[in-house]
């Protein structure tokens, strides 16, 4: 599953891959939805902070984050890239483990979410909201 095509006029934030960087897009992400009228930006903050440590933490080169509403169900769409080739996953659960549970947090709280290669490297990965 694939979110669709991207609009030109896609709400875009380009960050420097910082810790920083989940902050100004939780921000973003929040600024963008009390201008669509969404009150209830929780699950959308938690889910672009995820998606943006990820990328900090585990990807390369600049963060984008796009938030675009699907065309076919109206649902928001929380897209980030990142140029590194590795892939997110949800890995075994493990109790002693400090962190790695993000991925399977934002799956439970979101309709669905992949990650797709971009065409000049990289990857996009994406979650759609309730």
């Given at each position: 599953?694939?979110?669709?095509?991207?609009?030109?006029?896609?709400?875009?934030?380009?960050?420097?891959?910082?810790?920083?960087?989940?902050?100004?897009?939780?921000?973003?992400?929040?600024?963008?939805?009390?201008?669509?009228?969404?009150?209830?930006?929780?699950?959308?903050?938690?889910?672009?902070?995820?998606?943006?440590?990820?990328?900090?933490?585990?990807?390369?080169?600049?963060?984008v984050?796009?938030?675009?509403?699907?065309?076919?169900?109206?649902?928001?769409?929380v897209?980030?890239?990142d140029?590194?080739?590795?892939?997110?996953?949800?890995?075994?659960?493990?109790?002693?483990?400090?962190?790695?549970?993000?991925?399977?947090?934002?799956?439970?709280l979101?309709?669905?979410?992949?990650?797709?290669?971009?065409?000049?490297?990289?990857?996009?990965?994406?979650?759609?909201?309730?």
């Open positions: 599953m694939f979110p669709p095509a991207l609009a030109p006029e896609t709400p875009t934030l380009v960050l420097d891959p910082t810790d920083q960087a989940p902050r100004l897009a939780r921000r973003f992400l929040s600024e963008l939805f009390a201008e669509w009228g969404i009150a209830d930006d929780y699950v959308g903050r938690l889910v672009v902070c995820e998606l943006v440590t990820n990328s900090f933490r585990h990807g390369e080169g600049p963060i984050v796009r938030v675009f509403r699907d065309e076919h169900d109206g649902r928001v769409v897209e980030v890239q140029d590194g080739e590795g892939r997110p996953v949800i890995g075994p659960e493990n109790y002693a483990a400090t962190s790695g549970r993000g991925l399977a947090l934002l799956a439970e979101v309709s669905g979410w992949g990650v797709r290669p971009l065409d000049e490297g990289g990857k996009a990965t994406w979650a759609k909201l309730h």
